[in-house]
């Protein structure tokens, strides 16, 4: 493996900068580089809507506070132009980083872990010599104590890192392992799609059976029927990745931004080995959920029953039916059947956007609305976080739920509130948590070198 880097690493350095001109060569490992970085999505999290590309400065929300992606660029003096191949290929594979500080798991490299030394190199080629040095440097990641002791990741990696490199499976077929490649790697599925435990390291007994994301929900992408996507096709899948729009669902948030810098990109062959393997991975059943999430709700409206009634003089009192009307009727008709001349303006029944009893992505989608930036796509989703309340969100999106979708989902205000200001639920205080299991061993061991003390002097 060593071997195979270091006289892939005697072709990069051949490459050259600036005025040299790379050979064909060269240039198609740069190029090949390209390719496999937009499926990785790198520039997703380590860019800036509006700022330069790999700069780094994104603030990834966490439990634990917020982790901010750093300056990936070939720059000498705030990205990673001092990187041998050897030490991308650690920071990439191993979360270790050229000065030996360690990467938090929010850089997924517990999945890059499984990239051939080949596509790494690739990538190093790609990233000294096909992307524009920044000079900026984000500001550092200040996480609570103990978590900004990065030392403590060493430990966590021996714990959690699974550092071998994916190896193919001779009893499936080239696609499934063209599939499982890219979804255990470079698309790193399970860093969003899989729950974590309270160390945060991903729950391998529930690999892809959903995840949190920020304030985001990363949904069930396993082959269960109900809570997956066991009822969709592969053709469906493909129409998916590639175009984040089907009838069943359309994508949104961190979804879609995967889609848009990543996903879309992809050769149809890739999407179709990713939707191979995807329609293999173990059903994970969600727990209370009666019939497939796509298959909730019917055509229908309320709307009768507020013709002719004024609006009360307090806002918050406003139904669903009058929000509904006055917010969403427009583009998704009158009975949320959607358009039929369009499909960027889906029904609102029968789709995963009101199946869930996970209500987190409706909420951020009226919040928010849906901004794709895809190769010729618009979605004219608006979002409506200043003209409504939390109150008011809650009413509509408990009525499109109740009208449209799942009727055991539930919106509070609470929880629209906490959305808003993109405040992230955890189950336990993991800094508390954290604090207490140090201050219970320094207790252990202190306890421990007192009763050894004490029996050297009985001894004695």
């Excluded at 330069?52 to 990936?72: H, M, Q, S």
């Excluded at 799609?193 to 059976?209: G, I, K, Q, S, V």
């Excluded at 954290?434 to 202190?446: D, Q, S, T």
Aim: with cysteine; glycine share 10%.
């Amino acid at each position: 493996m060593k071997l195979t880097i270091h006289l892939i690493a005697s072709l990069t350095a051949a490459i050259g900068c600036g005025a040299q001109a790379a050979s064909p060569a060269d240039s198609e490992l740069i190029q090949r580089g390209e390719y496999l970085a937009r499926a990785g999505d790198c520039v997703a999290c380590h860019s800036l809507v509006g700022g330069e590309t790999f700069a780094g400065g994104l603030k990834l929300p966490t439990p634990i506070g917020d982790i901010v992606a750093t300056n990936i660029s070939p720059s000498k003096t705030a990205g990673i132009g001092n990187y041998s191949l050897e030490q991308f290929s650690a920071a990439v594979r191993q979360g270790v980083r050229a000065d030996g500080q360690r990467l938090y798991p929010a850089m997924p490299y517990t999945s890059y872990a499984k990239v051939t030394d080949a596509d790494i190199a690739a990538l190093y080629a790609y990233f000294m010599h096909g992307v524009k040095p920044v000079d900026s440097q984000p500001p550092e990641t200040a996480l609570p104590f103990p978590f900004n002791v990065r030392v403590s990741m060493a430990l966590w990696n021996v714990l959690f890192l699974d550092d071998r490199v994916y190896q193919p499976d001779p009893a499936q077929s080239e696609a499934w392992n063209r599939g499982a490649y890219l979804v255990q790697g470079l698309t790193h599925c399970s860093t969003c799609h899989t729950p974590r435990n309270l160390l945060m390291a991903e729950d391998a007994a529930r690999d892809l059976a959903g995840g949190e994301v920020g304030v985001w929900h990363a949904p069930n992408i396993t082959a269960d029927s109900y809570s997956g996507i066991g009822g969709w096709s592969g053709e469906e899948l493909v129409q998916y990745l590639k175009r984040g729009n089907i009838a069943k669902g359309q994508a949104s948030g961190p979804m879609a931004e995967a889609i848009d810098h990543s996903l879309q990109y992809l050769s149809d062959a890739d999407l179709q080995a990713i939707a191979v393997y995807l329609k293999t991975v173990p059903a994970v059943a969600g727990q209370g959920v009666a019939k497939p999430v796509q298959a909730w709700g019917e055509a229908g409206d309320q709307l009768d029953s507020i013709r002719g009634v004024a609006w009360p003089q307090n806002p918050d009192e406003l139904s669903g039916p009058q929000l509904f009307d006055a917010y969403c009727a427009a583009c998704h008709q009158a009975h949320g059947q959607g358009s039929p001349f369009d499909a960027r303006l889906p029904a609102l029944f029968q789709n995963t956007a009101t199946g869930r009893t996970q209500t987190n992505n409706l909420v951020m989608v009226i919040l928010e609305g849906i901004h794709r930036v895809g190769e010729g796509e618009e979605i004219p989703m608006p979002g409506f976080a200043h003209e409504l309340s939390d109150q008011q969100i809650a009413t509509l999106g408990n009525y499109l739920t109740q009208s449209y979708g799942n009727p055991a989902a539930e919106v509070s205000v609470a929880q629209v509130k906490d959305l808003r200001a993109g405040k992230v639920a955890a189950s336990v205080d993991l800094v508390l948590l954290a604090r207490l299991g140090l201050a219970l061993g320094v207790i252990v061991v202190l306890a421990a070198l007192a009763w050894v003390s004490r029996r050297k002097r009985r001894a004695a």
